[in-house]
């Protein structure tokens, strides 16, 4: 009967750590936007609101639809790109890693003090620490 009890409980643990979560945990995460003709950027922004629906860095919301997240950043030049960034991805946390990533594509609206200069493209990965 020990023998039973103790297999249960090793099957119900392996099932439990299997399930993943379905929001992304609040905290740092290293950022890094590559563009299709400059230099990557890299920094670290702050994740203070995570819900089903919506995401909330810095001051920038992002909307949330299952495992897809798209929103518009404003950058301070300093953690993000600077000016408006729109960003459409998806976030996961692979199996087996307990780190969380959101991955997808950017478009950055650039605007100098003559008005709206024009865009620049690329990729980008947010993960958890």
Request: aromatic share 16%.
């Amino acid at each position: 009967m020990e023998k039973f009890t103790l297999l249960i409980f090793f099957v119900s643990q392996l099932l439990l750590s299997g399930c993943k979560k379905k929001e992304l945990p609040m905290g740092l995460y290293k950022t890094t936007f590559i563009y299709v003709d400059q230099e990557s950027i890299n920094g670290v922004v702050e994740i203070s609101e995570s819900f089903d629906t919506k995401l909330v860095i810095g001051l920038d919301t992002l909307f949330k639809d299952g495992k897809k997240i798209n929103g518009t950043l404003i950058g301070s030049g300093n953690n993000l790109p600077s000016g408006v960034v729109e960003i459409k991805g998806e976030w996961s946390r692979p199996f087996n890693d307990d780190r969380y990533f959101i991955k997808g594509a950017f478009i950055q609206h650039y605007y100098s003090h003559l008005g709206y200069e024009g865009d620049f493209y690329g990729t980008f990965e947010i993960k958890s620490y």
